[in-house]
């Protein structure tokens, strides 16, 4: 389970930026909403609002930018992600750092880097014990260094020398990465621990954005299960979408590329590969939800493949439709389905926008279908939207909803409802559209060209 995020100098994150998962030890209601683990009470939910051009997105942005470093290091745009609100930023590390748990153990993993010259200067991992700290991996780049307390001796010990030695100079990369490149370690050796935290990372922090393509094996597994795909039919039929079922129909290598671009399709294929190579399985999938396409692609060890695409049936109709023929709401439900199908699973969800091209009402249904389906499991759900209509105690705690604002110098504060305390049946969404807890759209006077007021601004 996520813990806190911690970033700073990040795009409009100047200074460090906390969002502690961690509940209030005075807000009582909703003891369904907190987990609670070796002492720590943990929140399931969190909800960002503010304004547009706050920072919301950057701050679910944090999470995508640390998987993509793991699993190929700095890219070339970070040179501009530092926070250009302050020019001396420019070579001032930037900072990102989860803490979470995984099976009872308590993790804080993170790196700093100078964004501009793409260059990690220090990474770490953690075991957060009680009254200590155990540290995994400590790594000073411009020392060279690269130390842990892990008790390794013999193979592991060798093992772990060999994977130092060749990483030393590597300054846009990650260790811990390094330590899950084409590696396979046994259960029973100390260094299995990398292996389950860089998963962790990389596998159950899933981020889904309001636009871009989604991307994920989990999708395969839904879909080919035929109870599993039984539940998507029947959920997007609560939705009243129209939809009564789904159609899984092989495409020809022309059709294929009718779909997925070929630099695309070359890049999965060479994925897959390295995947063998490293997993030595025999069957592969991957799914490509596009914007207006939803495609499973399964590859064979020996260099078979096979596409399939997503087609839906309607009420009444007798031949399904495209998925581009669907309209946005519900080609925007597949991509928050695994919402609901992950149950029991230690996820976590990341979604920007989460009401895009969804009805309000069905953005309730969405989130209260959710909180019932993990009412006794732990996963996670983090969300940025503008829709004030869930804003309720009713359905939230007030430390599980979040606002961001922009300072006068453009820097993205966040911070917690809670700190207004307001009484439990306080119309909060309301007040905040009145602007009583900052985060809203503070709107200039629109001038005409004589000088005076334009009708829009006067209306």
């Not at 879909?223 to 039919?233: G, S």
């Not at 064979?300 to 109709?317: N, P, T, W, Y």
């Not at 031949?319 to 149950?343: C, H, K, M, Q, Y």
């Not at 009583?436 to 334009?454: D, Q, T, W």
Request: proline share 3%; glycine share 6%; charged share 25%.
């Amino acid at each position: 389970m996520l813990i806190r995020l911690t970033v700073g100098n990040y795009k409009s994150f100047n200074e460090e930026t906390e969002m502690p998962m961690v509940s209030s030890s005075k807000i009582r209601m909703m003891q369904g909403h907190v987990i609670q683990s070796d002492g720590i009470k943990l929140l399931k939910h969190a909800a960002v609002y503010g304004a547009n051009a706050s920072g919301k997105t950057n701050l679910i942005d944090c999470f995508r930018f640390v998987q993509h470093v793991l699993n190929a290091g700095l890219p070339l745009k970070s040179t501009n992600l530092y926070c250009r609100n302050d020019p001396k930023n420019k070579d001032r590390y930037s900072l990102f750092e989860l803490q979470f748990s995984i099976g009872g153990h308590y993790y804080a993993y993170g790196f700093t880097a100078i964004l501009s010259q793409r260059k990690i200067t220090k990474e770490w991992l953690y075991e957060l014990h009680r009254n200590s700290t155990e540290p995994l991996i400590e790594r000073i780049v411009e020392d060279r260094s690269i130390l842990t307390a892990l008790p390794l001796s013999g193979k592991s010990q060798a093992r772990f020398e060999t994977y130092k030695e060749d990483f030393l100079t590597n300054d846009a990369g990650l260790f811990l990465s390094e330590l899950n490149r084409a590696k396979r370690f046994d259960e029973g050796s100390p260094l299995i621990i990398f292996k389950r935290v860089f998963d962790w990372l990389t596998q159950q922090v899933m981020v889904i954005g309001p636009t871009e393509p989604v991307m994920a094996d989990r999708y395969h597994d839904y879909l080919f299960n035929k109870n599993v795909r039984k539940r998507i039919e029947q959920t997007l039929s609560s939705f009243d979408t129209g939809v009564s079922g789904i159609e899984l129909d092989k495409l020809t290598n022309d059709e294929l590329l009718d779909i997925v671009p070929s630099p695309l399709l070359r890049r999965i294929i060479e994925d897959v590969q390295k995947r063998f190579t490293s997993a030595q399985e025999q069957n592969l999938a991957v799914t490509i939800r596009g914007e207006t396409s939803l495609t499973v692609i399964q590859f064979r060890s020996d260099g078979e493949m096979e596409a399939i695409a997503v087609r839906l049936r309607h009420k009444g109709s007798r031949t399904p439709f495209d998925f581009s023929e669907e309209s946005d709401g519900t080609r925007r439900l597949f991509d928050l389905i695994v919402l609901l199908l992950a149950v029991g699973d230690d996820m976590v969800f990341i979604v920007d926008e989460l009401e895009r091209s969804l009805h309000p009402m069905l953005v309730r249904r969405l989130l209260t279908l959710f909180m019932e389906l993990n009412e006794e499991h732990s996963a996670q759900l983090v969300f940025s939207t503008h829709e004030a209509s869930i804003m309720r105690q009713d359905l939230f705690r007030r430390d599980e909803i979040w606002f961001v604002d922009r300072d006068l110098d453009g820097n993205s504060r966040l911070y917690s409802l809670d700190r207004f305390k307001e009484r439990f049946d306080k119309d909060i969404s309301k007040a905040y559209l009145e602007g009583r807890y900052g985060a809203v759209p503070v709107f200039g006077e629109l001038k005409s060209s004589n000088g005076g007021l334009s009708h829009a601004a006067r209306s």
